[in-house]
């Protein structure tokens, strides 16, 4: 691969192409990098193998192979000089590069969750309890739960889209009611549904009435789990700790249903009461309304 061919690759690598905001950013400067560097082949052959697993959807092993190419360049002088920046200078980024207001703790996330309200003066939004972060969200199941706040019953349209080059893909919807009090409502992907196997999109519309609808949406792929990974979980001691295994590995689905599933069964545990508002965030008043065992859940014809 010639030099020049870097930046195009650098670029569909990066998932500009595809949509997908990764963890690691490579300027376009990064060919100088490699030119400081002297191990042009080296850091050919490691593009070649990050976009091969681009090219599969199979991000969570391109992204480790994207992060080795730094340590081609031993000197943090090269890296300055060449204006790249590692993939810990930038993880506080938003999708639009953009320093994010809210950074992750202790289990929970201070990241803003997916909310709306049906009109201004509404006391409750809807939500989905996925928090926004930098990168995708990631899952180690094929078919993950979704938490809602459901501040009324409502008719519910949930579309599922596959990131795919030129733009998405739906490849699932479903319409199901709900008739709820106000509360926290769990939601899995249907068995109908195709497994999740690569990066998709995801989005909820809720029936405000009146003919006004609200949506929310985000992004989840994937992942298979890692040695490392499986080795921290057998050492979480307590639910709590394989709570801030999965937050501190993204894996926020998985953090979420065990953090509000512990809620239910220890609703007066000060510290988890604590981390479920942090995880609400703004709304974090909303914490001690009912999780519920659950509500009436109904396919819409």
Known sequence: ??????????????????????????????????QQSGNIEEFDGLFQQATVSQELHKYNQSTPILESTFAI????????KAGVKEPDQ????????????????????????????????????FLVLIPLQPETVGTLTSHPTFWLYIPHSSSINFVLKEKVFGGDKIIYKTKFNVESEPGFISWQL????????????WEFTFDC????????????????ATESLISELKLAETVIDKIDVY?????????????VNLRRSNPDDPEINDRLKILLGNYNDLVDDPIQDCCEIGKKE
Request: contains cysteine.
């Open 190 to 201: 249907p068995s109908s549904a195709p497994p999740l196997e690569g990066s998709y999109g």
């Open 73 to 80: 360049s031993k000197t943090s002088d090269t890296r300055e």
């Open 90 to 125: 930038v993880a506080n980024k938003d999708r639009r590069g953009n320093p994010s207001e809210g950074n992750t703790t202790g289990g929970g996330t201070r990241a803003p969750i997916p909310s709306s309200k049906c009109n201004d003066n509404d006391k409750k939004p």
């Open 209 to 224: 009435g009146n003919d006004k609808q609200v949506t929310l949406d985000g992004e989840i792929f994937r992942q298979d």
């Open 1 to 34: 691969m010639k030099i020049k061919q870097f930046a195009a690759v650098i670029i569909g690598i990066c998932g500009l192409n595809v949509g997908i905001a990764k963890s690691v950013a490579v300027e376009m400067k990064a060919p100088l990098l490699v």
């Open 247 to 259: 937050q501190k590995n993204s894996l926020l689905p998985e953090s979420v249903n065990e953090l």
